[in-house]
Protein backbone atom coordinates (compact mmCIF):
# COMPACT_ATOMS: atom_id res chain seq x y z
CA UNK A 1 0.00 0.00 0.00
CA UNK A 2 1.32 3.10 -1.13
CA UNK A 3 2.02 5.58 1.96
CA UNK A 4 3.39 9.08 2.72
CA UNK A 5 3.67 10.79 6.25
CA UNK A 6 4.40 14.03 6.56
CA UNK A 7 5.84 15.63 9.50
CA UNK A 8 7.83 18.30 11.14
CA UNK A 9 5.50 20.99 11.40
CA UNK A 10 5.03 23.49 14.37
CA UNK A 11 4.92 26.68 15.70
CA UNK A 12 7.67 29.24 14.75
CA UNK A 13 8.24 32.49 15.20
CA UNK A 14 8.84 34.60 12.25
CA UNK A 15 11.97 34.36 10.40
CA UNK A 16 12.13 30.66 11.93
CA UNK A 17 12.89 27.93 10.23
CA UNK A 18 11.84 24.23 9.84
CA UNK A 19 12.44 21.35 8.54
CA UNK A 20 9.88 19.36 6.99
CA UNK A 21 9.74 15.57 6.02
CA UNK A 22 7.59 13.23 4.04
CA UNK A 23 8.13 9.18 4.75
CA UNK A 24 7.18 7.46 2.18
CA UNK A 25 6.79 3.53 1.89
CA UNK A 26 4.70 0.95 -0.24
CA UNK A 27 6.48 2.18 -3.51
CA UNK A 28 9.70 2.66 -5.05
CA UNK A 29 10.30 5.86 -4.24
CA UNK A 30 13.23 6.76 -6.18
CA UNK A 31 11.71 6.43 -9.19
CA UNK A 32 8.99 9.10 -8.85
CA UNK A 33 9.12 12.76 -8.85
CA UNK A 34 7.53 14.76 -5.92
CA UNK A 35 5.79 17.95 -4.80
CA UNK A 36 4.78 19.76 -1.65
CA UNK A 37 1.63 21.75 -1.82
CA UNK A 38 0.43 23.61 0.91
CA UNK A 39 -2.93 25.16 2.30
CA UNK A 40 -3.46 27.97 4.31
CA UNK A 41 -6.10 28.04 6.49
CA UNK A 42 -9.35 28.11 5.15
CA UNK A 43 -8.41 28.66 2.01
CA UNK A 44 -7.13 26.71 -1.41
CA UNK A 45 -4.63 24.37 -2.16
CA UNK A 46 -0.46 26.11 -3.74
CA UNK A 47 1.85 24.18 -5.11
CA UNK A 48 5.21 25.47 -3.39
CA UNK A 49 8.21 23.27 -5.15
CA UNK A 50 9.14 20.09 -7.25
CA UNK A 51 11.38 17.70 -7.19
CA UNK A 52 12.65 15.20 -10.02
CA UNK A 53 13.21 11.42 -9.05
CA UNK A 54 16.88 11.89 -9.15
CA UNK A 55 16.77 15.15 -7.25
CA UNK A 56 18.42 17.06 -10.35
CA UNK A 57 15.41 18.95 -11.59
CA UNK A 58 14.05 21.53 -8.85
CA UNK A 59 11.55 24.13 -9.07
CA UNK A 60 9.68 26.42 -6.63
CA UNK A 61 6.90 28.68 -6.44
CA UNK A 62 7.95 32.52 -6.61
CA UNK A 63 6.33 33.32 -3.00
CA UNK A 64 9.13 30.70 -1.95
CA UNK A 65 12.52 31.23 -3.84
CA UNK A 66 15.09 31.67 -1.98
CA UNK A 67 13.72 30.65 1.33
CA UNK A 68 12.81 27.19 0.81
CA UNK A 69 14.74 24.11 -0.27
CA UNK A 70 13.46 20.91 -1.59
CA UNK A 71 15.68 17.65 -1.42
CA UNK A 72 15.55 14.06 -1.22
CA UNK A 73 17.09 11.34 -0.04
CA UNK A 74 16.23 8.03 -2.15
CA UNK A 75 18.14 5.61 0.16
CA UNK A 76 16.08 6.59 2.95
CA UNK A 77 13.03 6.99 1.39
CA UNK A 78 12.57 10.64 2.49
CA UNK A 79 11.96 13.53 0.97
CA UNK A 80 12.42 17.43 2.81
CA UNK A 81 11.22 20.79 2.70
CA UNK A 82 13.64 22.91 4.62
CA UNK A 83 11.87 26.27 5.27
CA UNK A 84 13.89 29.25 6.36
CA UNK A 85 13.15 33.14 6.71
CA UNK A 86 9.29 32.30 7.34
CA UNK A 87 6.42 34.45 7.06
CA UNK A 88 3.01 35.14 8.34
CA UNK A 89 1.76 34.37 5.26
CA UNK A 90 3.70 30.79 5.30
CA UNK A 91 1.07 29.77 7.42
CA UNK A 92 -0.12 26.73 6.38
CA UNK A 93 -0.88 22.88 6.11
CA UNK A 94 2.02 21.35 3.95
CA UNK A 95 1.83 17.84 1.95
CA UNK A 96 3.75 16.06 0.10
CA UNK A 97 2.20 14.29 -3.17
CA UNK A 98 3.80 12.06 -5.77
CA UNK A 99 3.60 12.60 -9.60
CA UNK A 100 2.74 9.04 -10.90
CA UNK A 101 3.44 9.50 -15.31
CA UNK A 102 0.29 8.00 -16.73
CA UNK A 103 1.66 7.76 -20.49
CA UNK A 104 -1.01 9.65 -22.46
CA UNK A 105 -2.32 10.93 -18.86
CA UNK A 106 0.51 12.96 -18.49
CA UNK A 107 1.71 12.92 -14.76
CA UNK A 108 -0.44 12.87 -12.30
CA UNK A 109 -0.25 13.81 -8.32
CA UNK A 110 -2.33 10.69 -7.30
CA UNK A 111 -1.09 9.63 -3.88
CA UNK A 112 -1.02 12.70 -0.90
CA UNK A 113 0.65 12.44 2.53
CA UNK A 114 -1.80 13.52 5.29
CA UNK A 115 -0.33 17.25 5.65
CA UNK A 116 1.70 18.98 8.41
CA UNK A 117 0.40 22.12 9.80
CA UNK A 118 3.05 25.41 10.09
CA UNK A 119 2.17 28.35 12.38
CA UNK A 120 4.37 31.07 11.99
CA UNK A 121 3.41 33.39 15.12
CA UNK A 122 5.39 35.54 17.63
CA UNK B 1 0.83 31.95 -15.15
CA UNK B 2 -1.77 29.96 -15.98
CA UNK B 3 -5.42 30.94 -13.46
CA UNK B 4 -7.40 28.65 -13.12
CA UNK B 5 -11.56 30.17 -12.35
CA UNK B 6 -13.80 27.64 -11.12
CA UNK B 7 -17.62 28.22 -10.36
CA UNK B 8 -19.69 28.62 -8.64
CA UNK B 9 -17.68 28.96 -5.17
CA UNK B 10 -20.38 27.39 -3.10
CA UNK B 11 -23.32 24.82 -4.47
CA UNK B 12 -26.25 23.78 -2.41
CA UNK B 13 -28.03 20.36 -3.75
CA UNK B 14 -29.79 17.46 -2.25
CA UNK B 15 -28.32 13.70 -2.42
CA UNK B 16 -29.38 12.84 -5.75
CA UNK B 17 -29.41 15.66 -7.81
CA UNK B 18 -27.09 16.38 -10.43
CA UNK B 19 -24.49 18.27 -10.00
CA UNK B 20 -21.87 20.05 -12.78
CA UNK B 21 -18.67 22.74 -11.37
CA UNK B 22 -16.99 24.55 -13.92
CA UNK B 23 -13.12 25.53 -14.52
CA UNK B 24 -11.92 27.90 -16.77
CA UNK B 25 -7.77 28.46 -17.79
CA UNK B 26 -6.87 32.09 -18.73
CA UNK B 27 -5.10 30.06 -21.79
CA UNK B 28 -5.16 26.57 -23.33
CA UNK B 29 -4.15 23.93 -20.96
CA UNK B 30 -4.98 21.55 -23.86
CA UNK B 31 -6.46 18.40 -21.83
CA UNK B 32 -3.98 18.66 -18.70
CA UNK B 33 -6.57 19.23 -16.33
CA UNK B 34 -7.01 17.39 -12.97
CA UNK B 35 -9.72 17.53 -10.23
CA UNK B 36 -9.84 16.54 -6.71
CA UNK B 37 -11.97 16.26 -3.78
CA UNK B 38 -11.23 17.61 -0.39
CA UNK B 39 -13.34 16.92 2.90
CA UNK B 40 -12.26 18.87 6.04
CA UNK B 41 -8.97 18.29 7.75
CA UNK B 42 -8.16 15.53 5.07
CA UNK B 43 -5.69 15.56 1.82
CA UNK B 44 -7.37 16.21 -1.26
CA UNK B 45 -8.22 12.63 -3.29
CA UNK B 46 -8.04 12.37 -7.13
CA UNK B 47 -10.87 11.91 -9.20
CA UNK B 48 -10.38 12.73 -12.35
CA UNK B 49 -7.06 13.61 -14.86
CA UNK B 50 -6.23 14.18 -18.42
CA UNK B 51 -9.42 15.91 -17.86
CA UNK B 52 -11.90 13.28 -18.48
CA UNK B 53 -10.21 9.93 -16.83
CA UNK B 54 -11.79 8.31 -14.06
CA UNK B 55 -9.27 7.19 -11.36
CA UNK B 56 -8.99 4.42 -10.03
CA UNK B 57 -11.55 3.25 -7.68
CA UNK B 58 -13.27 6.39 -8.19
CA UNK B 59 -17.40 6.13 -8.53
CA UNK B 60 -18.60 6.20 -11.91
CA UNK B 61 -21.16 8.50 -10.66
CA UNK B 62 -18.03 11.42 -11.46
CA UNK B 63 -17.17 12.54 -14.47
CA UNK B 64 -14.95 15.03 -16.53
CA UNK B 65 -15.39 16.74 -19.88
CA UNK B 66 -13.46 19.60 -22.10
CA UNK B 67 -9.82 20.73 -23.09
CA UNK B 68 -8.47 23.60 -23.94
CA UNK B 69 -9.78 26.70 -21.73
CA UNK B 70 -13.25 25.31 -20.68
CA UNK B 71 -14.02 21.76 -18.38
CA UNK B 72 -16.43 20.82 -16.18
CA UNK B 73 -16.98 18.05 -13.63
CA UNK B 74 -20.22 16.08 -13.00
CA UNK B 75 -21.49 14.50 -10.53
CA UNK B 76 -24.73 12.52 -11.94
CA UNK B 77 -26.71 11.42 -8.55
CA UNK B 78 -25.19 13.16 -5.71
CA UNK B 79 -24.21 10.93 -2.55
CA UNK B 80 -24.30 12.12 1.15
CA UNK B 81 -20.45 11.06 0.99
CA UNK B 82 -19.96 13.58 -2.39
CA UNK B 83 -20.43 16.63 0.17
CA UNK B 84 -17.12 18.00 -0.09
CA UNK B 85 -14.79 20.91 -1.67
CA UNK B 86 -13.69 20.32 -5.41
CA UNK B 87 -10.55 21.87 -6.97
CA UNK B 88 -9.40 21.85 -10.37
CA UNK B 89 -5.60 21.40 -11.29
CA UNK B 90 -3.79 22.30 -14.52
CA UNK B 91 -0.52 20.56 -15.02
CA UNK B 92 0.29 21.80 -18.32
CA UNK B 93 2.83 24.24 -17.42
CA UNK B 94 5.01 25.20 -14.18
CA UNK B 95 3.99 26.58 -12.26
CA UNK B 96 0.82 23.86 -11.79
CA UNK B 97 -2.04 26.38 -10.30
CA UNK B 98 -5.55 24.87 -8.68
CA UNK B 99 -8.87 27.04 -8.97
CA UNK B 100 -9.97 28.56 -5.91
CA UNK B 101 -12.16 25.61 -4.78
CA UNK B 102 -16.02 24.82 -5.25
CA UNK B 103 -17.89 24.11 -1.98
CA UNK B 104 -21.07 21.60 -2.29
CA UNK B 105 -23.59 21.97 0.60
CA UNK B 106 -26.32 20.00 1.88
CA UNK B 107 -29.02 21.82 0.80
Known amino acids: EVQLVDSGGGLVQPGGSLRLSCAAS????????MNWVRQAPGKGLEWVSY????????YYADSVKGRFTISRDNAKNSLFLQVNSLRDEDTAVYYC???????????????WGQGTLVTVSS | DIQMTQSPSTLSASVGDRVTITCRAS??????LAWYQQKPGKAPKLLIY???SLESGVPSRFSGSGSGTEFTLTISSLQPDDFATYYC?????????FGQGTKVEIK
Open chain 1, 97 to 111: ARVDPRGDGGYVWDY
Open chain 1, 26 to 33: GFTFSSYN
Open chain 1, 51 to 58: ISSGGTTI
Open chain 2, 27 to 32: QSISSW
Open chain 2, 50 to 52: KAS
Open chain 2, 89 to 97: QQYNSFPWT
